[in-house]
């Protein structure tokens, strides 16, 4: 589950793991990403940190399952969606500390994330934790490789109370099917098993994690179809943080 390419001898082959959106490739060209909970020796735990309004700080637990030591590197950036992309941007609001750590074989540490601004939340903030593994180079002079994973974990501070509110479009064309969805609401939308259903057809984006729809942002899924006539009706289901999701709508 990843892409591996080799520069030269003495440069690290690197893993890329699922969401390969453009702000995982933005950040840090030469690693790139990966978003398992558990890949290569370092797991990380909570893979989602949620953090309400009257709390500042919250903690990732790293653990070393491998049998040599892990040079971990920390960072956070917010995180902003527009017209369907997702981007990293440079933040002093909220740090990880410490930013860079050591962990033994089989050890654990904590890190603690936190909200340094004092402005008041209004809705949610939206950031991401990347944890990078970063492995020794290899012996010069040799064709061994290594592997630097990068976890990527997104982290909320959110105010009392928000809801999602999804604002579903379709569009068809070139045997293409568009899918939109805009969030209305303040409070993120994460989906999964998002699904269409045409003419009693169902056909899934995805099994799994779809992605999220941010407060205010929107998401962008497409995939191969026939040809829709406008005004054909298309259900849309998936589930969600928020609880299931149905809707009902037409193509534009």
């Known amino acids: ?14 893993l890329s793991g699922l969401l390969a959106t453009p702000f995982c490739v933005a950040i840090l060209a030469p690693v790139l990403v990966s978003t398992a909970a558990q890949a290569g020796s370092l797991q990380v735990s909570p893979i989602n940190l949620e953090v309400p309004a009257a709390a500042a700080t919250t903690t990732e637990n790293l653990t070393n399952m491998g049998k040599t030591p892990i040079n971990a590197q920390l960072r956070i950036f917010k ?6 992309v997702d981007k990293l941007e440079p933040t002093t609001d909220v740090v990880a500390s410490p930013p860079a750590l050591k962990i033994p074989p ?13 402005a008041p939340i209004t809705g949610e903030e939206t950031y991401r934790l990347l944890i990078d593994d970063i492995p020794p180079p290899p012996a010069a002079g040799t064709d061994s490789v290594t592997f630097a994973v990068r976890h990527n974990i997104p982290v909320f501070f959110q105010a009392g109370g928000i809801k999602t509110k999804l604002v579903w479009s379709v ?19 994460r989906l ?5 259903t045409i003419g009693g057809v169902t056909t899934n ?3 799994g994690l ?4 941010l407060g205010g942002g929107t998401n962008i899924w497409k995939m191969k179809l026939k040809a829709l006539k406008a005004g054909t009706s298309v259900k849309i289901t998936a589930s969600s943080n928020d609880g299931p999701v149905e809707a009902t709508i037409q193509v534009q």
């Open 106 to 118: 089989g050890g654990k540490a904590t890190v603690r994330v936190v909200r340094l601004s004092k």
């Open 205 to 207: 984006f995805n099994n």
């Open 210 to 213: 779809a992605g999220y729809v």
């Open 1 to 14: 589950m990843g892409i591996y390419t080799t520069a030269s001898r003495r440069k690290s082959c690197l």
């Open 79 to 84: 995180w902003v969606q527009k017209d369907g």
């Open 192 to 196: 999964a098993q998002l699904a269409v």
């Open 171 to 189: 569009k068809s064309d070139n045997g293409q099917l568009e899918l939109s969805a805009k969030n209305d609401g303040l409070l993120h939308s």
